[in-house]
T-cell receptor, first 114, second 114 residues
Framework: DGGITQSPKYLFRKEGQNVTLSCEQNLNHDAMYWYRQDPGQGLRLIYY???????QKGDIAEGYSVSREKKESFPLTVTSAQKNPTAFYLCASSPRWPPGVPQHFGDGTRLSIL | KNQVEQSPQSLIILEGKNCTLQCNYTVSPFSNLRWYKQDTGRGPVSLTIMTFSENTKSNGRYTATLDADTKQSSLHITASQLSDSASYICVVSVNSGGYQKVTFGTGTKLQVIP
């Protein structure tokens, strides 16, 4: 079955460390997204990519970076510049149309500070 | 103030009972509205999607309604089951320069007890 695989499920970050969250999809979707979910808040968009080798900042991109070298993969790096990284991170994908609307989500990575 | 407000914040019901969750939004111009179910520690899964011209959409025991004039939607769950215990998220899309900007509600946490 097609879907989105996020890994690892749990991740711990030390002070000053960069960490990378993996997101792979086999749905042949053009667009991929990264969201952050905090308790009591709606999902917030970090970055999105509509095609390979192109990506755009979302509403809360500071302290994060991404790459889109392959259609199937959209890794997210949480840099040391992100001072409050503890959250549940969700990756999503969608066909090219309608642009901007996530359709399928992975099961998330929970990131915590050591 | 969140532009997509959901109520109640949490709800406990007995197995077999019905319940209705509310979503009010202020974003515009409206494109479509989706309801997602998110199990604890998992990614959201789409239940229904409605465009401006649709005022009701069903998916099994889930029925969503939309009143685009008053900017209100509801999700009705019939004959609840223990597996319905989850968070239910309302998501509104607006057209923004050929791209759809998505705003997530904070969700209603539903607990179904035996």
């Amino acid at each position: 079955d097609g879907g989105i695989t996020q890994s690892p499920k749990y991740l711990f970050r030390k002070e000053g460390q960069n960490v990378t969250l993996s997101c792979e999809q086999n749905l042949n979707h053009d667009a991929m997204y990264w969201y952050r979910q905090d308790p009591g808040q709606g999902l917030r968009l970090i970055y999105y990519s509509q095609i390979v080798n192109d990506f755009q900042k979302g509403d809360i991109a500071e302290g994060y970076s991404v790459s889109r070298e392959k259609k199937e993969s959209f890794p997210l790096t949480v840099t040391s510049a992100q001072k409050n990284p503890t959250a549940f991170y969700l990756c999503a994908s969608s066909p090219r149309w309608p642009p901007g609307v996530p359709q399928h989500f992975g099961d998330g990575t929970r990131l915590s500070i050591l | 103030k969140n532009q997509v407000e959901q109520s109640p914040q949490s709800l406990i019901i007995l197995e077999g009972k019905n319940c209705t969750l509310q979503c009010n939004y202020t974003v515009s111009p409206f494109s479509n509205l989706r309801w997602y179910k998110q199990d604890t520690g998992r990614g959201p899964v789409s239940l229904t999607i409605m465009t401006f011209s649709e005022n009701t959409k069903s998916n099994g025991r889930y029925t969503a309604t939309l009143d685009a004039d008053t900017k209100q939607s509801s999700l009705h769950i019939t004959a609840s089951q223990l597996s319905d215990s989850a968070s239910y998220i309302c998501v509104v899309s607006v057209n923004s320069g050929g791209y759809q900007k998505v705003t997530f509600g904070t969700g209603t946490k539903l607990q179904v007890i035996p």
